[in-house]
Every structure is written in C-alpha cells, then in structure tokens.
C-alpha cells in the first residue's frame, strides 16, 4: 500500500496548493468519464480544495482497508485526519480511496469531512 499512500499523499498536497489540474488529473478515469470532467472539477472546487486549504499534516492515526470502486478496480481506502495550520481548530476527518486502473494508481473518490465510526481510529 505504500505505493498508494504515495499517491495520496501527492494529491492531499496538490489539494493543500490549491492546484486543481494537478488533481483533477489524479482522479480516476473511469471516474472522470462517468460523472464528466466538469462535476469532478467542481466539487474539488468546492469542497476538496477549500476542506485543505488550513492543511498541515496527516495526523499520525490512520485505519488503511483493502477497497473495488464500482468499476472493479482494486486498491485502498485511507481514513485520516487533516490537522490544521490554524492551532485551535481539531482534526478533520476525511476518507481517500486509491485504486490502481491500468498501470496508473488514481484517486477513486475523496469523502471531506466524513467520519466513518469504526475505521477512523479515535483522537488522543
């Protein structure tokens, strides 16, 4: 899985940038060319980009599970937190789901501020 990390973490960064060509080409193919190139880009807009705007770091508590996206491609869900650059504000929770299609390892599909009870590790 660390070949997948490496991909998320390479997005989770493009996010925090702000870089929406960077991750739009990221995503998965199969992904852009079901719900479109222009609904992708707007929720990253919208949502991905803004939730990674404060970004700092990964917090070190991280749940990895084997994962098909709905187009049968296999790879990993990662479910983490982001911690902010601004002190006062906790840990937010996020899920990236990263699938190898072809030779290509993409992003299947990011969930912002989505907790997901027994597979986001508690905080200390």
Do not use: C
Request: proline share 6%; no cysteine; charged share 20%.
């Amino acid at each position: 899985s660390e070949a997948f990390r490496a991909v998320a973490d390479t997005f989770i960064g493009h996010a925090a940038k702000g870089e929406a060509e960077a991750l739009l080409a990221l995503i998965s193919p199969n992904m852009l060319e079901y719900a479109g190139p222009e609904a992708v880009s707007g929720i990253l807009a919208r949502s991905v980009i803004p939730f990674f705007e404060p970004f700092r770091a990964v917090a070190t508590n991280v749940t990895i599970t084997e994962t098909t996206d709905g187009f049968g491609s296999h790879g990993f869900a990662y479910y983490m937190y982001a911690e902010s650059k601004k002190k006062k504000e906790k840990p937010r929770p996020f899920v990236i789901y990263m699938v190898r299609e072809g030779d290509a390892i993409v992003v299947a599909n990011i969930l912002v501020d989505h907790f997901v009870e027994g597979r986001h590790q508690p905080l200390g």
